[in-house]
């Protein structure tokens, strides 16, 4: 044999070698590959499982982002719209707060004026209660004095109606008197001369003066005639039939003159002086065709 064959036949073997042991090799490995593909081919399926589970997630947590983002958006533009309202309502309280400054400024000026206000009035009712306290004080005199001098009234009024008593049974004693001379004279063939009557007419006995206690008795129409004086009434009292006249013995005005009392050329009484001080007096009321009241005109004499 040539050493070519030699190297041939050594080559093949070799070669038949190496082919069974490659086919060997192949044949206890060819399990393992299937075994391989099949593991393969189930992590495989599992994978896509997992991608279409995946998928579906991630679809659905796109849906769910997609929905809060608009959700999202949507009160973003709420904000937005209530971050404007606020912004107006911000203009608006600061433009409150300038005003209310103002406004405080404005008060906090009026009140430091009423301050000096309220110190001028304090000052005036201070004054006004000291004046108040004064004229208390003047009113209680006076009082104290009408006191007096409607007790002096009331006692010259019992002392007129005594008097008046005193007339009647003075003027029955003179009729009772009359008669008795009629009789004596009737008894010695004679009569009495005509007299004047003892009696007088209602219009007689209004018109005569009263005879009063005092200083003075000549008749009141002669006093009248010569002095002529006017006033006013200031006070009324109709209870007990008097009133106060504006003017006094400073005018020349004495006890037991008559005044006229008048409302326009409406005759309204007469009043007869009782009492007499420097400014004023106090009267009877007479012949009273109206009740007179304070402000009424009064003189001496009726048309003056």
């Keep these: ?8 036949i050594v080559l093949l073997t070799v070669s038949s070698i190496f082919l069974c042991g490659i086919v060997a090799t192949y044949v206890a490995s060819a399990d393992n590959f299937k075994e ?18 995946a998928n579906a997630e991630v679809n659905q947590v796109k849906s769910s982002t997609e929905q809060a983002k608009a959700a999202l958006q949507a009160k973003i ?28 400024d404005q008060l906090t000026s ?46 010259k009024m019992a002392i007129i109606a005594q008097l008046e008593d005193q007339v009647k049974q003075l003027v029955s004693e003179k009729e009772q008197l009359q008669v008795k001379l009629v009789q004596v004279l009737r008894q010695f ?23 009063l206690p005092g200083p003075s008795l000549a008749p009141v129409g002669a006093q009248v005639k010569e002095i002529g004086l006017k006033g006013v009434i200031t006070q009324v009292d109709l209870k007990n039939s008097l009133a106060v006249i504006s003017i006094g013995a400073a005018e020349g ?12 050329d409406t ?23 109206t009740p007179p009241k304070s402000g009424d005109s009064i003189s001496t004499s009726i048309g003056s």
């Design 189 to 211: 063939g004679k009569t009495m001369g005509k007299s004047t009557p003892v009696t007088t007419s209602a219009s007689t006995r209004d018109k005569a003066q009263p005879r």
């Design 77 to 104: 533009g709420s904000l937005e719209s209530e971050l404007i309202t606020v912004r107006g309502d911000l203009d608006l309280a600061q433009t409150k707060r300038d005003q209310l400054g103002n406004d405080v």
């Design 253 to 264: 005005v004495k006890e037991k003159m008559k005044f006229y009392a008048t409302r326009g």
């Design 110 to 155: 009026q009140l430091e004026a009423l301050a000096v206000t309220n110190d001028k009035w304090h000052t005036m009712l201070q004054n006004a209660q000291t004046e108040l306290t004064k004229v208390n004080a003047g009113l209680i005199k006076e009082r104290s004095q009408n006191k007096e001098v409607t007790t002096a009234i009331l006692e």
């Design 36 to 53: 391989m593909h099949e593991t393969a081919n189930g992590q495989l399926q599992r994978a896509k499982r997992d991608v279409s589970a």
């Design 1 to 8: 044999m040539s050493t070519l064959t030699k190297v041939l």
């Design 267 to 289: 005759f309204i009484c007469e009043i007869l002086i009782l009492d007499v001080s420097a400014e004023r007096a106090v009267g009877f009321l007479e012949r009273v065709q």
